[in-house]
């Protein structure tokens, strides 16, 4: 009875321990298995449901030279603190939050924003990997990609047409 009651006292110690051990193989986990802006192109999506793991995968198997992975990330992502948001390459936004975004980001061919989404048809990009909501949705580049250059942001943003 002793001892019980000497662990139960002491409970809280190891659920702290716990939490931190986990947090810790977290970060280790994601700083072993991330690369580089120059190595991989992020897709940010503003919308209510991503499968961003499948999504990235089916983007990855017809992947520009010179990238080792594509991110997928859903804006909440951003409330972590990371500054990769600034340098995100393909965003996908709703046309009731574009002017919130618009200034920073640029179209995806011509002068034109390109429909990720019509609403009105119920027919867009990824739908398989994308739940969106009922509005229009649009895809940019992002202006501080470092992919610009290179053409790989505009690759996937393709492949992601592609797949609507």
Same mark, same amino acid.
């Given at each position: 009875m002793r001892f019980l009651k000497n662990v139960f006292s002491q409970l809280h110690t190891f659920v702290?321990?716990?939490l931190a051990?986990?947090?810790?193989?977290g970060w280790i986990f994601t700083i072993v298995t991330d690369t580089s802006p120059e190595k991989k192109v992020t897709v940010y999506c503003r919308v209510p449901a991503v499968q961003d793991a499948a999504l990235a995968a089916a983007l990855? *198997? %017809?992947?520009?030279?010179? /990238?080792r992975m594509i991110k +997928? @990330?859903?804006?909440?992502y951003v409330m972590f603190?990371?500054?990769?948001?600034?340098?995100?390459?393909?965003?996908?936004?709703?046309?009731?939050?574009?002017?919130?975004f618009v200034k920073d980001l640029l179209p995806?061919?011509?002068d034109q924003p390109t429909k990720a989404y019509d609403a009105a048809a119920g027919e867009g990009v990824a739908t398989d990997y994308i739940q969106y909501?009922? *509005? %229009?949705?649009?895809?940019? /580049?992002?202006?501080?990609? +470092? @992919?610009?250059e290179?053409?790989?942001?505009?690759?996937?943003?393709r492949e992601l047409l592609a797949m609507g």
């Open positions: 702290l321990w716990l051990s986990a947090l810790f193989w990855e *198997e %017809d992947m520009p030279e010179g /990238l +997928v @990330h859903s804006f909440e603190g990371t500054d990769e948001f600034d340098r995100g390459d393909i965003f996908i936004v709703p046309a009731s939050e574009e002017a919130d995806v061919e011509g909501g009922n *509005e %229009d949705y649009y895809m940019y /580049l992002g202006s501080g990609s +470092v @992919h610009l290179d053409g790989a942001a505009l690759a996937v943003a």
